[in-house]
Structures are given as C-alpha cells and as structure tokens.
Nanobody, 124 residues
Framework: QVQLVESGGGLVQAGGSLRLSCASS????????MGWFRQAPGRERDFVAA????????TYADSVKGRFAISRDNARNTVFLQMNSLKPEDTAVYYC?????????????????WGQGTQVTVSS
C-alpha cells in the first residue's frame, strides 16, 4: 500500500501560481504511475494530470493543458503539480493518487491509493 500526503494548497489570486507536493511513504512509489485529481463542491472528482513511473510521459485534462505541469522525483518519493495562470474555476480540493501501473493513466478507477487532499482556492 502507498501512503500519500499532499501539501502546498492555499489561497491565491487569479493569475497566480501554486506548487502542490505529494510525499509517499510506500516502498513501491517508483513502480507506480501517479496522478492528481480535483473535486469542487457538488461535483465529481475529476482527473487533472498523470505521470508514468519513470517521469518521462505525462497526460493532462484539457482544462489545464499549458497551465499545469506534473513531475516526480523518485529519489524523494514525491510528485509535484505546478499550477500557473490559475483561474477561479480551478478552486477545488486536490488529491494525489497512486496507480499500480507503469504508464500514465487518467481513469479514476485505475488509482488504488489516495491522499487526504489539499484545498486550493483561487479568488477573482
């Protein structure tokens, strides 16, 4: 089992940036694909970005392409989400997740381990 702890959320003005981090305490971090999802009030948990086990292949939701970037540091068991040009509609709880897969996957059911989430609020 992979245990995940997110950090880096907060309140930011529209157009600003935040960098989320997700630290894993599991043994198998480097063999898992990692992803970020988000959930706004009253909405389902939606895919944001994913990265493969090696860190050289990524995939993004259309709504964040060109603004967000996912990366990972397997030596530190950590995955990051750099969020730039933030918009009020990016406001949500952001969750880090681990999938027992080597390739970057975007399906919510592909992910078996989840963090507790970190709140991101973008003011207009």
């Amino acid at each position: 089992q992979v245990q995940l702890v997110e950090s880096g959320g907060g309140l930011v003005q529209a157009g600003g940036s935040l960098r989320l981090s997700c630290a894993s305490s599991g043994r198998f971090f480097s063999s898992h694909a990692m992803g970020w999802f988000r959930q706004a009030p009253g909405r389902e948990r939606d895919f944001v970005a994913a990265i493969n086990w090696k860190g050289d292949s990524t995939t993004y939701a259309d709504s964040v392409k060109g603004r967000f970037a996912i990366s990972r540091d397997n030596a530190r068991n950590t995955v990051f989400l750099q969020m730039n040009s933030l918009k009020p509609e990016d406001t949500a709880v952001y969750y880090c997740a681990a999938a027992p897969a080597l390739e970057a996957v975007s399906g919510r059911d592909d992910y078996k381990d989840w963090g507790q989430g970190t709140q991101v609020t973008v003011s207009s």
